[in-house]
């Protein structure tokens, strides 16, 4: 009897071990390509992460990618939270932030994944379409702006406080609180819908909901909506934000965008990392018209005769 209980245990054993050589994913249910996670996301990157996300669970149909957008402020409170693994924002953690959660044992990388930017919108009908960053800065700052050619009030809108477009403000206008002009709206393309209906409205925007001009929707906003070209200083020129003139800087209010994980380095949610750094996501973020962090970019400078 004992020696068929042990030839019993040996066999179950000996198949065990040749299931797992034949196929390694039978016993393990997260790997770079196959799970479920869930990511945090800022709003302003949206459009892009709705085609990524798309595009990983094509190449790889056993995991599953489910996006939760929210400000940027939220998204940090719930990586510290340990309520969520990956999340991305418009910036890397403080040394402080890095330096807790060294005491806590909890290892994080960081990767910079693209450069975008914030948009300034305004109604089609609004003729007052440069501004420049000390102007903005003023605008944001104090009370009582006015448009230089109607002489109204100008009403500047972005999406929800603790945001990435609310933090940046915050931080160009070196206050902590902001001027009586500026309201908070809930999203985006709430931001986007009050600007086409408002004309004394900026409208201030994740570069990413406008500037993939070969998506339908971007289309459609961009019919009801004109950004505004924005100069580093009073008298200067100003550029709107595309892919090269964030990437020379020449467009100021340019940004950064990180993804920042603390996942299994064979699981999922790193694998979601590699895909974003990788050759196909740093393609789709080139053709989302913002500028990949891990790919060589390529400038064309037209001249005219």
């Known amino acids: 009897m004992r020696i068929k209980i042990i030839l019993g245990l040996l066999g179950i054993l000996s198949l065990t071990a040749c299931e797992t050589h034949e196929n390694p994913l039978a016993y393990q249910s997260d790997t770079h390509g196959r799970g479920n996670i869930e990511v945090y996301l800022e709003d302003s990157y949206k459009p892009l992460f709705t085609t990524s996300i798309y595009t990983f669970q094509s190449l790889f149909p056993k995991a599953t990618v489910k996006p939760t957008y929210l400000p940027e402020g939220d998204i940090v409170k719930a990586f ?21 959660l060294k005491s806590q044992n909890v290892q994080v990388q960081s990767d910079l994944i693209a450069y975008d930017a914030v948009a300034l919108i305004i109604h089609p009908d609004n003729t007052d379409s440069t501004i420049s960053v000390d102007q903005l800065k003023a605008w944001i700052s104090s009370d009582g702006a006015t448009w230089k050619r109607s002489g109204k009030p100008v009403k500047i809108v972005f999406d929800k406080v603790n945001s990435a477009n609310f933090n940046y403000l915050t931080k160009l206008s070196g206050k902590s609180t902001l001027s009586k002009n500026v309201y908070a709206l809930n999203s985006n393309e709430q931001v986007i819908d009050y600007v086409k209906h408002n004309k004394q409205a900026i409208g201030v925007i994740g570069v990413n909901w406008i500037s993939d001009q070969e998506d339908f929707e971007v289309m459609n ?67 989302s018209e913002l500028v990949p962090a891990k790919a060589p970019v390529r400038l064309i400078q037209l001249t005219t005769q």
């Open 80 to 100: 510290f939270d340990n309520k969520v693994k990956t999340i991305c924002i418009s910036r890397d953690f403080t040394d402080k932030e890095k330096k807790y």
């Open 221 to 287: 906003f961009l019919d009801s909506v004109k950004v505004m070209h924005v100069s580093h200083h009073d008298g200067e020129e100003g550029f709107q934000p595309f892919a090269g003139t964030i990437w020379t800087k020449e467009y100021p209010l340019h940004r950064e965008m990180w993804m920042i994980n603390k996942g299994n380095r064979s699981g999922l949610n790193t694998g979601f990392v590699l895909f974003m750094i990788g050759e196909k996501g740093q393609l789709i973020i080139q053709k």
